[in-house]
């Protein structure tokens, strides 16, 4: 069964950093592209980052280049996103999804099997 958690949310002052992990399980995961997503309350779930099968080849979104660096380690099926020099306006739920693909496409229902998500709390 495909199985995807999340984890490492976590409440910060702005300014500060969180690294979350996103354990994958049932499925090959070396194959397929990972994407991190975030939702704030009362807004769309918007892409952050995706990554391709190797690593070799990353996306963020334009809010966060510079601040956040996403990874993967295949060997122990897990995604990583680490997030330094956070601001207010990081604070969501954030989500782990897969690509239906070995590249990370442009649209979000492009991704299934969601995470159940972890709360990130930027406020002072």
């Known amino acids: 069964q495909l199985q995807l958690v999340e984890s490492g949310g976590g409440s910060v002052q702005p300014g500060g950093s969180l690294r979350l992990s996103c354990a994958a399980s049932?499925?090959?995961?070396?194959?397929?592209?990972i994407g991190w997503f975030r939702q704030a309350p009362g807004k769309e779930r918007e892409v952050v980052s995706c990554?391709?099968?190797?690593?070799?080849?990353?996306n963020y979104a334009d809010s966060v280049k510079g601040r956040f660096t996403i990874s993967r380690v295949n060997a122990e099926n897990t995604v990583y996103l680490e997030m330094n020099s956070l601001k207010p306006e990081d604070t969501g739920v954030y989500y782990c999804?897969?690509?239906?693909?070995?590249?990370?496409?442009?649209?979000?229902?492009?991704?299934?099997?969601w995470g159940q998500g972890t709360q990130v709390t930027v406020s002072s």
């Open positions: 049932g499925f090959s995961f070396g194959y397929f592209a």
């Open positions: 999804a897969v690509s239906r693909n070995s590249y990370c496409p442009t649209a979000i229902t492009d991704f299934h099997s």
């Open positions: 990554i391709r099968t190797s690593g070799g080849s990353t």
